[in-house]
């Protein structure tokens, strides 16, 4: 047999919170018009960034693809050659895809990248009315150029090493070989 709390109390407390809730004021968010901004940390879309004269970060090492638990990146890295540069290493990713159907935006790409050419920014509008639409291709995730920078395929601006040039070091600022401090 049940007892007076049983039969009368609780089926009152289960709907303790919609009471509580029943006579607060509404708020309704004017999300398109008006977007609040996102976490400085927060992680959105994609970017593959280019070095300072516009030379591509991404060497084609594929640790970014090795890293996504999700299997969302696919890179196809090929050599650079002397006429054609595409970033300062030996090799540049040919093609990189990133398939926002997929990705779960955890950032273990981003931390995988030795060369932090892939970094993810603010932007959290993904969402599109075509499948093919959300496979982000290597033209729609690349920086744009800022003035200054040069279209590749080019020759090494910054330095005269691959070294040099991932240290940062300008042609002018370059030590001599075998020389500079110890």
């Known amino acids: 047999m049940a007892s007076v709390k049983e039969s ?6 289960g709907f303790g919170v919609t009471f509580r809730t029943m006579f607060r004021k509404v708020f309704t968010e ?10 400085p940390r927060f992680h959105g ?11 591509e970060k991404c060497i084609g090492c ?36 990133i398939n926002y159907l997929r990705c779960i935006l955890c950032g273990l790409c981003i931390e995988a990248c030795p060369t932090r050419a892939l ?14 639409s959300l496979i982000y291709e290597k ?4 920086a744009p ?3 200054g920078m040069e279209e590749p395929p080019h020759a090494m601006q910054l330095g005269t090493t691959d070294k040099d ?18």
């Not at 640790?63 to 050599?79: F, K, N, R, S, T």
Request: negative net charge.
């Open 165 to 182: 040039y991932y240290l940062g070091l300008t042609g002018a600022a370059v030590p001599a070989e075998g020389g500079g401090e110890k």
């Open 8 to 13: 009368l109390w609780d089926p009152v407390a």
């Open 45 to 55: 879309r994609h970017q593959l960034n280019r070095w300072p004269d516009g030379l």
């Open 145 to 147: 150029l800022l003035p």
């Open 119 to 132: 970094t993810m920014t603010n932007e959290y509008e993904l969402a599109d009315r075509s499948r093919e």
């Open 30 to 39: 004017q999300y398109p018009f008006d977007k609040k901004p996102t976490a």
């Open 62 to 97: 594929e640790l970014c693809a090795w890293a996504c638990p999700a299997d969302a990146i696919y890179v196809e890295g090929a050599d650079n050659t002397e006429g054609g540069r595409m970033s300062p290493g030996e090799r540049y990713g040919r093609v990189y895809q």
């Open 139 to 142: 033209k729609d995730l690349l």
